[in-house]
């Protein structure tokens, strides 16, 4: 009986180091199972591969990928697993390069001595929002030109009713039922562009007539989002117009698009600079509004300046009633005379 015991208790650690050996193994492949996914949403980030209804707007959440990336990567130093570790770190470097910068800003000028224009963008989600609380931002800012998207006809006549026409007495309206329609309120006189009219939504297109014979065009942008019709939105967005020459270009709204998606950079690459990238907010997040999650978790919504004009200021905003939140920026017009 003895002999028997002395056997059976000398087999226990060999089993606790095959337990360990297969859990270790175990480690091995699930860490793995979380790397190739991020790296292969690196690739894709890098290489603007995405394309289609489905993973075009996976690539909203990058940030979050990033993050991701950097806790694996703790994660795979933790089990030892150099290799997996080596790529996480690799994923996680090239995500926070590509992501950060909207945190950190650039390129903003000083308002002081320059004349300025003021853009408040607001997506009232299909006439949903409170036309008082949207009236309470344009007393708060004094813009020049609020962009409005997803206006309604309703919307349209109880912002008529809060007082929009005393404080911005020009405007383009065209209000569409089921979140179509699209407006500008400008405190200047404003004239009207010729634009494509084949698009899902109406994207009113103007020109700005601003004091000391300056003017600039501007559009109220918001297309499908990708989701709902990836070639829509892809169209929608090569079809702005490419600044730096003539009367400056700004474009205003909710873009369903981030700095993530190659369709949007490539569209900024043409000659603009987003507010929020070039203030340090480029970050803070637009959709959804407060009554949908409480801290939002993307930015699709950006006003986007032609780099002749300068960015002095940007921010974003609760809109009572919306899913998305309203956004503001301080555009620095050229001296006269300058380029």
Known sequence: MQLASTTESSKIPALATKAMESAGARRHWLIWAAVIPLALWALVRAFGLESGDQLTPLMWFTPYAAVAALLVTGIAVAWRNWAAAAVAAIVAAYL??????????????????????????????????????????????????????????SFAKDLRRAGISRRLPHSIVMAQPRGRGGGLYTRFPVTPLRHQTHFLVQMPRAIVALPNDRRLRVVDVHPFPPNMGYDNWREVLESMPAPGVGIPWVLAGDFNGTFDQAEFRDLVDRGYRDAGDATGKGLEPTWPGPDEFPWGLMTIDHVLADQRLGVAEYGVDDLAGSDHRAIHAQLVLPNPGEP
């Open 96 to 153: 926070a390069a590509a992501v950060l910068p909207r945190a950190i800003g650039s390129e903003t000028v000083a308002a002081a001595g320059h004349e300025t224009f003021t853009v408040l963008s607001a997506n009232v989600y299909l006439g949903t929002a409170d036309p008082s609380a949207l009236i309470a931002l344009v007393d708060r800012y004094q813009p020049d030109l609020l962009s409005v998207q997803e206006l309604t006809p």
